[in-house]
């Protein structure tokens, strides 16, 4: 069936927002901050949209929520985004977040484009 959609993932809302400055070793950005938060994520489709699918459960799979880490260098020329990083309930390490058109990633990429 080509084209055809099952159910709905929700993200969100952001909750568990941790946030700091520090200071930097480097001398062309002082400091380092960070932003870090869990994002919940939900899969949503009825019993009929699933038994047309089988990539139901791979669906569910995928939506497992996880926490984002945006790692910021702060100098003179204000923040620069650094590192965007995830990681699932079951990772231990940290890893590199591919980007996407999510809103907490465009909103991080705004601050980059505001005229200064």
Sequence with gaps: MEGYRIGTIYDGPPSNVV????PSD????????????FLPREFSATKEECEKSRSCRDMIET??????RFEF??????LELT?????LASDKEWTDARPDSSCWQSAVHLEK????
Excluded: H, M, Q
């Design 63 to 68: 939506t497992k929520p996880f926490r984002y």
């Design 83 to 87: 590192k965007l990083l995830v990681k």
């Design 26 to 37: 480097s001398i062309r950005a002082p400091y380092f901050g960070y932003v870090e938060f």
């Design 73 to 78: 260098d702060l100098g003179p020329d204000g």
């Design 113 to 116: 484009k505001k005229p200064g």
């Design 19 to 22: 946030w700091d400055v520090k």
